[in-house]
Every structure is written in structure tokens, then in C-alpha cells.
T-cell receptor
Framework: DAGVIQSPRHEVTEMGQEVTLRCKPI?????LFWYRQTMMRGLELLIY????????DSGMPEDRFSAKMPNASFSTLKIQPSEPRDSAVYFC?????????????FGNGTRLTVT | DAKTTQPTSMDCAEGRAANLPCNHS???????VYWYRQIHSQGPQYIIH???NNETNEMASLIITEDRKSSTLILPHATLRDTAVYYC???????????FGTGTRLTIIP
């Protein structure tokens, strides 16, 4: 079991640039979650998908953020244009939903720095 | 918003049992309580979850009160590697989104 794989591990970009974060969930999992973590706000849920369909995107901060899940094995979180306040660690998690025994499995995150 | 209350921080001596409390007074009958931990610079890691019976796995034990309004996570023999932020998540049912609070920062003292 390779776990949830996120790339890149670190991203440094300049304000105004487009940033794309990638996630490969655990094979067989049917739900995928994007979280953002900062010192000030802790862990925040941005969006989650069930069977590749976005279920709740109420945590997405602005229209500059968008997420897609074109298939069961891949998701992207895009920020366009990026701003310094977007600097954070972004985590992707997946789970096998359909019962109550559905722990989330997290990746190791992408540390984004926007200068 | 998270519907749980945890102490901000705790210390525990290495080799001793670490007992981390959590209050979830609004929990209803079919809602699970989950525990995760986050070691510095890593993603949160699932530890254990329970509904109403006490649970044990290779990592920890979970004691849930009879009224289910609080629980305690027990790390039986704490090691330095158990230093982390521990999150009690709940109530959580099935497909609902998981909201993390601020957790308890546990420091294991040599």
C-alpha cells in the first residue's frame, strides 16, 4: 500500500503565478479530501469528492481556487493567481466511504510558499 | 466547527501511560469518535475510532464513557516518538466532512 501520494513536496512561486498541486489517492478509495493547514487557522477542509464528484466545496476560500478529480486515481488543486496569503501546507486525504468505519488516510502534504 | 473540546497541551513521562481526554457532549447515538495525531511536518495519522464500546488496537486504547459524551485516548507506554498533536474528531458519521479542532499537543518527557 503506497498510501496517498502528493506532489510536489515543496513549491515556491511568485505572486500571480498559477500553482497546481497533485494527489493520487489510495487505490479503491472512493472519497478524496483537500485540506489546508496554517499556524493561524489550523487544518481547514477545502473540498471533498465522493466517486469523483465534488460534494462540498464550501471551504474553498475564493474563486482563485479550483479542484478537479477527472478519475478515481487523480486529483488536482489549482490556485490561479496565487497570493502570499495562500502560503500553507496543503494535504490530500482519501477514504473508503460507505460505512461508518472510514478513517481518512493523509498524504505528507505540499508546502506552498508564495513570495 | 469542531464539536469537541480538548486540553491545549499535556506532558507525559516516557514509559508512562498518556491519557488524553476529549469532551463531545453533542454526540448522538450513531456518531463515531475518531482520533488522529500529527507529528511535526507530516500528515495527520489515523489512530483509532469508536462508537460506544471501548476499543483497542496496536497503537492505543479508546475508553468511551457510558453516556458517550467524553472519551479518553490511552497510549499505554509513551515513547518520545509519540510527541505530536492529537485530534479528537467528532461527532462524525459516515460521509460527513471531517472537521479538525486545535487538538492537544502532547510532549513526552525523557
Amino acid at each position: 500500500d503506497a498510501g496517498v501520494i502528493q506532489s510536489p513536496r515543496h513549491e515556491v512561486t511568485e505572486m500571480g503565478q498559477e500553482v497546481t498541486l497533485r494527489c493520487k489517492p489510495i487505490s479503491g478509495h472512493n472519497s478524496l479530501f483537500w485540506y489546508r493547514q496554517t499556524m493561524m487557522r489550523g487544518l481547514e477542509l477545502l473540498i471533498y469528492f465522493n466517486n469523483n464528484v465534488p460534494i462540498d466545496d464550501s471551504g474553498m476560500p475564493e474563486d482563485r481556487f479550483s479542484a478537479k478529480m477527472p478519475n478515481a486515481s487523480f486529483s488536482t488543486l489549482k490556485i490561479q493567481p496565487s497570493e502570499p496569503r495562500d502560503s500553507a501546507v496543503y494535504f490530500c486525504a482519501s477514504s473508503l466511504v460507505g460505512g461508518k468505519n472510514s478513517p481518512l488516510h493523509f498524504g505528507n502534504g505540499t508546502r506552498l510558499t508564495v513570495t | 466547527d469542531a464539536k469537541t473540546t480538548q486540553p491545549t497541551s499535556m506532558d507525559c513521562a516516557e514509559g508512562r501511560a498518556a491519557n488524553l481526554p476529549c469532551n463531545h457532549s453533542t454526540i448522538s447515538g450513531n456518531e463515531y469518535v475518531y482520533w488522529y495525531r500529527q507529528i511535526h511536518s507530516q500528515g495527520p495519522q489515523y489512530i483509532i475510532h469508536g462508537l460506544k464500546n471501548n476499543e483497542t488496537n496496536e497503537m492505543a486504547s479508546l475508553i468511551i464513557t457510558e453516556d458517550r459524551k467524553s472519551s479518553t485516548l490511552i497510549l499505554p507506554h509513551a515513547t518520545l516518538r509519540d510527541t505530536a498533536v492529537y485530534y479528537c474528531i467528532g461527532p462524525y458519521f459516515g460521509n460527513e466532512k471531517l472537521t479538525f479542532g486545535t487538538g492537544t499537543r502532547l510532549t513526552i518527557i525523557p
